[in-house]
């Protein structure tokens, strides 16, 4: 199982990315799918999670109102528009699939990750 994260750069604060992650070698159809992100000398922490179906999503606190997680039904493909971005947002951000159908939040509950996109975002 393979996943490719896309999308990652540099913008202002207040600028918009929307990152794209695809997986591969398996469909992930039926599973919740979510994105990490770790910012150095950070553990890594949760920032969205979507339900296998798209109609369940959480999201941290530190991003609700400007990140949307969205997947397309049915397929092994999930996006986070992120808007509003602020410095304290830059880090790698990591896609994952999650172990159930559901959106979660624990790292523990996802099992295939992929290698990382870096955001990067300027005062």
């Known amino acids: 199982v393979q996943l490719q994260a896309y999308g990652g750069g540099s913008v202002q604060a207040g600028g918009s990315l929307r990152l794209s992650c695809v997986v591969s070698g398996r469909t992930a159809s039926n599973n919740g799918m979510g994105w990490f992100r770790q910012a150095p000398g950070k553990e890594r922490e949760f920032v969205a999670g979507i339900s296998w179906r798209g109609d369940g999503a959480a999201y941290a606190d530190s991003v609700k109102g400007r990140f949307t997680i969205s997947r397309v039904y049915a397929r092994s493909t999930v996006f986070l528009e992120m808007n509003d971005l602020k410095p304290e947002d830059t880090a790698v951000y990591y896609c994952?699939?999650?172990?159930?159908?559901?959106?979660?939040?624990?790292?523990?509950?996802?099992?295939?990750w992929g290698q990382g996109t870096q955001v990067t975002v300027s005062s």
């Open positions: 994952a699939v999650a172990r159930s159908s559901v959106a979660a939040s624990s790292a523990e509950r996802y099992h295939y």
